[in-house]
Antibody, heavy 121, light 112 residues
Framework: DVQLVQSGAEVKKPGESLKISCKGS????????IAWVRQMPGKGLEWMGS????????IYSPPFQGQVTLSADKSINIAYLQYNSLTASDTAIYYC??????????????WGQGTLVTVSS | QSVLTQPPSVSEAPGQRVTISCAGS?????????VHWYQQLPGTPPKLLIY???NRPSGVPDRFSGSKSGSSASLAITGLQAEDEADYYC????????????FGTGTKVTVL
């Protein structure tokens, strides 16, 4: 079975950095795009960007370009989302999700359980 | 700021039918990009409900159906059940945003 397992909840202070992970299993990790989706408290879904683990090609949503870094290590089937300097407005649940097809224009058919990130002084 | 607009909420009695609209524009749904729908039960990750406008993944009941016309799409739920109470999101792509994935604003379905 396809599974995406994310790292655990994080509590950070403003200005700190963050790196959360998403480990894929049950499929050829390098062949499917991984998307990252933010959900702020009580709000809707926002696509942040996607990465193709095979060659680490990335596409960022314009609001998140320059704010976050996506990376992947296909040797251990893990994708990462990184913030260099957090602010309180980065408090959210972050989901990773796999593209159903081996292309960027594809629905997201498997989702991680989500990682809650709380940024507070 | 989402470019796909959904009604904030809809409610109906069990057994009835509800429809959720997803209004886009000529740079997304109207540009012939597919529309997908996700269901998010409270406290859980989203789940793919409809893909490619009107296709159901394995395991999704046929009470759920999708359609698309012009720059809009709709999700219909017939025979509404208590377990359908959730948030629903449409998703497409936008050519004015470097073909970014875009989500709708989300609709809360309440079963009365």
């Amino acid at each position: 079975d396809v599974q995406l397992v994310q790292s655990g909840a994080e509590v950070k202070k403003p200005g700190e950095s963050l790196k959360i992970s998403c480990k894929g299993s049950g499929y050829k990790f390098s062949k499917y795009w991984i998307a990252w989706v933010r959900q702020m408290p009580g709000k809707g879904l926002e696509w942040m960007g996607s990465i193709y683990p095979g060659d680490s090609e990335t596409i960022y949503s314009p609001p998140f370009q320059g704010q976050v870094t996506l990376s992947a290590d296909k040797s251990i089937n893990i994708a990462y989302l990184q913030y260099n300097s957090l602010t309180a407005s980065d408090t959210a649940i972050y989901y990773c999700a796999r593209s159903m097809l081996q292309e960027i224009v594809s629905p997201l058919d498997h989702w991680g359980q989500g990682t809650l990130v709380t940024v507070s002084s | 700021q989402s470019v796909l607009t959904q009604p904030p909420s809809v409610s109906e009695a069990p057994g009835q039918r509800v429809t959720i609209s997803c209004a886009g524009s000529s740079s997304n749904i109207g540009a012939s990009f597919d529309v997908h729908w996700y269901q998010q039960l409270p406290g859980t990750p989203p789940k793919l409900l409809i893909y490619g406008n009107n296709n159901r993944p394995s395991g999704v009941p046929d009470r759920f159906s999708g359609s698309k016309s012009g720059s809009s799409a709709s999700l219909a739920i017939t025979g509404l059940q208590a377990e359908d109470e959730a948030d629903y999101y449409c998703q497409s792509y936008d050519s004015s945003l470097s073909f970014s994935k875009v989500f709708g604003t989300g609709t809360k379905v309440t079963v009365l």
